[in-house]
């Protein structure tokens, strides 16, 4: 195999969606400038070629994490898909998508709309229980390949941290009211005091969250809680005893090292999606990629089959 010359961008989509990150309107998604920013520092700081929104063009293979928002300038070049971590859960926008696909953007359901492009030459997902989900959902399934994720393939290595403090109760909120989903906020510090029932309660902020006001709604009810907006969020979970999330991706990692998980989707189903736990996700995904790029199709080909 050739060396493979790769270039890398923040997160785009169409005209569409490049008018709305520019009038501020993305600012809770990956399609805003904050994580576009944070995307392009951590691209500089471990010297990763920048082609910023694929304007170089002429590439033989696009790797992305998302097919619900695809920029034009991609149309025609294979597409591989990487499933990025847990779904939004389905609302009523994603029934209107799924009824009407070609008249509504995919991105109107959120993230419930992976994989429904059809335009990918292969989906990389997490898990068995993820590919026959997807498959239910409309996806096709000879393009679906179970590799796991390179996110959640090794939960286990999060058990070796300096994290001082164990044995508590971990609370991982969400970013529902910011991404625009119904939330009672204070219904939710209150099943977490339940759970407690007096342990130690922290309070770990989605990135997304509105920090000064979730900060005055827990302290306004569970004054002795610590809570954080910033920290090693697996770490946290590996030391907890009790982890309660909402739909936050952490409880595949609360679920994977065996604690006792409390999630707004249901724990049946966690279990059946939980990614595969094989420690080379990355490899796996590579040599998706690398079949699909022309050398190696060009490769395979002069090559005589050869019996095992």
Not at 114 to 121: A, D, F, H, I, Q
Not at 213 to 241: D, Q, Y
Request: hydrophobic share 40%; net charge positive.
């Amino acid at each position: 195999m050739r060396p493979i010359d790769a270039r890398f961008t923040p997160f785009y989509g169409g005209a569409p969606v490049t008018v709305m990150r520019r009038l501020g309107l993305l600012e809770t998604t990956i399609g805003g400038d904050k994580l576009r920013s944070r995307c392009i520092r951590y691209l500089q700081e471990h010297a990763l070629t920048i082609d910023l929104d694929g304007t170089a063009g002429g590439y033989d293979l696009v790797v992305s994490g998302t097919d619900v928002a695809l920029p034009d300038n991609i149309s025609g070049c294979p597409l591989v898909i990487v499933q990025e971590g847990i779904l939004d859960p389905p609302g009523l926008a994603w029934g209107l998508v799924r009824r009407f696909p070609t008249r509504l953007p995919r991105w109107l359901a959120g993230t419930t709309s992976t994989g429904l492009s059809g335009k990918y030459r292969q989906f990389c997902v997490a898990s068995r229980g993820y590919r026959d989900w997807f498959i239910e959902q409309g996806a096709p399934a000879e393009r679906l390949v179970v590799t796991g994720i390179p996110n959640f393939d090794d939960c286990a290595a999060y058990l070796d941290n300096d994290y001082p403090r164990r044995h508590y109760v971990l609370v991982c909120s969400s970013d529902a009211r910011e991404t625009f989903k119904r939330h009672d906020r204070p219904a939710f510090i209150r099943r977490a005091l339940d759970i407690a029932a007096g342990r130690e309660l922290i309070f770990k902020l989605h990135p997304n969250e509105n920090a000064r006001r979730a900060r005055r709604e827990i302290k306004s009810l569970a004054p002795e809680a610590s809570v954080f907006s910033e920290g090693p969020t697996e770490a946290m979970v590996a030391n907890c005893s009790v982890l309660i999330t909402e739909w936050s991706s952490v409880a595949f990692v609360g679920l994977a090292l065996g604690k006792e998980v409390h999630s707004s989707h249901s724990m049946a189903e966690l279990v059946r999606l939980l990614p595969e736990q094989n420690r080379s996700a990355a490899q796996r995904i590579a040599r998706v990629c690398e079949q699909l790029l022309p050398h190696a199709a060009q490769a395979e080909r002069r090559t005589p089959e050869v019996a095992a």
